[in-house]
Every structure is written in structure tokens, then in C-alpha cells.
């Protein structure tokens, strides 16, 4: 593999990342002071209604769905994005298109999720619309994840 090289004046991270990097510090200091066991349910749903649409809408749903599918998951933040974890550990989150000015948002699962399957699997998913059959598709996926 070549290694690559940056010119000097060109950043390490881009804006965005460094907004990531800044608001997942604020979360890792709001958790050592409530405690990361605290109920973040308010704070998830305050972060998806900041979201421009269609970004939105596809947060809320998608945080319908999780809820729904399994209910044992904590909602939090991470890095910015709405997220839901188990046993303190991140499982699965949603990124929204804006936040790194993608085409499309994403649902990603991170790796304590139960989704093995044979010696290579997708872990993370574009999503542009919820149709029920996505939602169906995101329930299964996050049911077994959980599981």
C-alpha cells in the first residue's frame, strides 16, 4: 500500500469532523456528571428535532423503529448523532446526511451487534426514505443486533 501524504496547509480533519470530535467531548463530560446510566431519551429527541429535513423525519422514524424493536436499548449521543446502546456500549446510530454533507443518511451498527454473518456483512445502511418495508428491514436488524 503507498503511503499518502498531505500538503502542510491542508487540515487533518475536515469542519465537520472536528465538530464530532468536539460534541462527543461534551457528551463524555455530561455523562461523568449525571452518570452514563442517566436516561438520555430527552436529549436524543431534542438533538433529532434540530435536523433539517428530510434528515428529521428519517431520525425520528428510525428512532420509533429501535424503541419499538427493542426497548432494552438506552438512547444517547454520540459523536453528535442519535445512538443506542446496550450495556454501555454504542450498538447502533444514526447519521444524518447534513452532519457530514452526504447525499444520503445512514443507520450504522457498530461492533457489539449481533450481526455476524459468514466472514463479511454490511454494517451500515443508506437510507433516503422509510417505506414500511425499510422499517420492517430495520426492526429485524436491530432486534438481532440487540438480541
Given at each position: 500500500?503507498?503511503?499518502?501524504?498531505?500538503?502542510?496547509?491542508?487540515?487533518?480533519?475536515?469542519e465537520e469532523e472536528r465538530a464530532a470530535m468536539k460534541a462527543r467531548s461534551t457528551e463524555v463530560r455530561?455523562?461523568?456528571?449525571?452518570?452514563?446510566?442517566?436516561?438520555?431519551?430527552?436529549e436524543v429527541l431534542e438533538k433529532i428535532a434540530s435536523f433539517g429535513e428530510?434528515?428529521?423525519?428519517?431520525?425520528?422514524?428510525?428512532?420509533?423503529?429501535?424503541?419499538?424493536?427493542?426497548?432494552?436499548?438506552?438512547p444517547r449521543l454520540w459523536?453528535?448523532?442519535?445512538?443506542?446502546?446496550?450495556?454501555?456500549?454504542?450498538l447502533c446510530f444514526?447519521?444524518?446526511a447534513e452532519k457530514f454533507k452526504m447525499r444520503y443518511a445512514t443507520l450504522g451498527f457498530e461492533?457489539?451487534?449481533?450481526?455476524?454473518d459468514g466472514t463479511m456483512w454490511p454494517t451500515v445502511w443508506a437510507l433516503t426514505s422509510i417505506t414500511d418495508e425499510v422499517a420492517d428491514r430495520i426492526a429485524e436488524l436491530v432486534a438481532r443486533a440487540a438480541a
Open positions: 500500500m503507498a503511503a499518502t501524504t498531505r500538503a502542510a496547509d491542508e487540515p487533518t480533519f475536515t455530561a455523562e461523568r456528571r449525571r452518570g452514563a446510566a442517566a436516561d438520555q431519551t430527552a428530510p434528515d428529521r423525519a428519517l431520525a425520528q422514524r428510525v428512532h420509533e423503529i429501535v424503541v419499538a424493536a427493542a426497548p432494552h436499548l438506552a459523536y453528535g448523532m442519535p445512538a443506542y446502546s446496550k450495556d454501555g456500549k454504542v444514526f447519521k444524518p461492533d457489539p451487534a449481533a450481526l455476524d
